[in-house]
């Protein structure tokens, strides 16, 4: 059970004088809320703080950067504007709403976030912050759905950030460039270059954010060892020969008297008195 703040009693609203105010502990909740969890879970250092990017919420911008410092910058700027709305989407995101995947006809319910049209998803955000590259197959709307997004962000006057990974840069071959929309980007954002800070993400980090070492050490504890091998037994046992069985020879039947022709019957073998049941003998 989750303890109760001390200041609002849990109520999420404090009074000062004669006003309510929003508690701190309801706006933790609401800016966590807010962030997907791989930036929730991300590792902010003090040298994200100090990087020129995060003076830039009212630009557009295209940041390099490796994911595990993508992440952090995207978890302290949300932290450092706590009144502003930011939202996290992706290119890939983009194309489905741009297809309508996401509206309420092709769900049928409430369930999850609902956007009828890109103008749901693109128009509310103060600073919107769009993953490159996520998009992991070739689609033929996409490169249109994210021009589109673009710049109806811009036509409105509303900062765009774009993220493209240090490791995997959104370029020529990505499922979402087209020239155009390359074009608009070099001629409207200013390209930001970050250094990398935090190492990349290796499989134990993964592992554990997901519940997998417990797992993968219970595993090992219930797991028997096996026994080294003795003398007798690392000594390999021969080989074992099948024995070559004799092919089957088809021999030809009592009443063949000669070589057969194509169509089976033999060439010296004399006609049937009989007559043919076409025309002969009726």
Known sequence: MAATCRTCSGSGVVEIGERMIECECALVRRMAASMPAYVRR???RKEHLD????GMTRRNALVVASWQDMKAVVKAVIIANQRMFIKVTSDREIRDVYVGSKSRAARG???GQIYNS???????PALMVVRMNELSYKNKAAPGALEEAICYRMDREKPTWLFSDLDKPFSLGSHAWSE???EVIRSNFVTVRLARILPPASFDQEAESVGLTGVTSAQSRDTPTAEPATAAESIPEPERVEPVRPKKVIRPSEDD???LSKYGAGLSKKPSS???S???GR
């Open 51 to 54: 990087l020129p990017i995060m």
């Open 257 to 259: 008297e000669g070589p």
């Open 42 to 44: 991300a590792d902010v």
């Open 109 to 111: 319910d409430d369930e």
């Open 278 to 280: 076409f025309g002969r």
């Open 180 to 182: 155009s929309v390359a």
């Open 118 to 124: 890109l103008e749901d998803l693109m128009d509310p």
């Open 274 to 276: 009989k007559g043919s």
